[in-house]
């Protein structure tokens, strides 16, 4: 099994900045692919942001140069720094392991 708990959301500004954790434990393989998804009501959890295990990145277009997604695996923790916030970047970020393992999520809004 494997816990995520994610943290640092709360209510912004639009143009400030944001940065989101999450503490992963339990039975994680080595080789693996984690990633921040966000959703709003209504709709469906979109990818953010994902990071292999090696470094990689890959990011929706919408976040593209405003959003850095790392982690640290001496510390199972992956990261989300996001700058520049937009009212639509507005919902619940939920941290994700080998897209199988979900947290419970952490609720940002921005504000215009």
């Known amino acids: 099994q494997v816990q995520l708990v994610e943290s640092g959301g709360g209510l912004v500004l639009a143009g400030e900045s944001l940065r989101l954790s999450c503490a992963a434990s339990g039975s994680i393989d080595r080789s693996n692919v984690m990633g921040w998804y966000r959703q709003t009501p209504g709709k469906q959890r979109d990818l953010v942001a994902i990071?292999?295990?090696?470094?990689?990145?890959n990011y929706a277009d919408s976040v593209k140069g405003r959003f850095t997604i790392s982690r640290d695996n001496a510390k199972n923790t992956l990261y989300l720094q996001m700058n520049s916030l937009k009212p639509e970047d507005t919902g619940v970020y939920y941290c994700n392991v080998n897209f199988r393992y979900w947290g419970k999520g952490t609720s940002v809004t921005v504000s215009s």
């Open positions: 990071i292999t295990s090696g470094g990689a990145t």
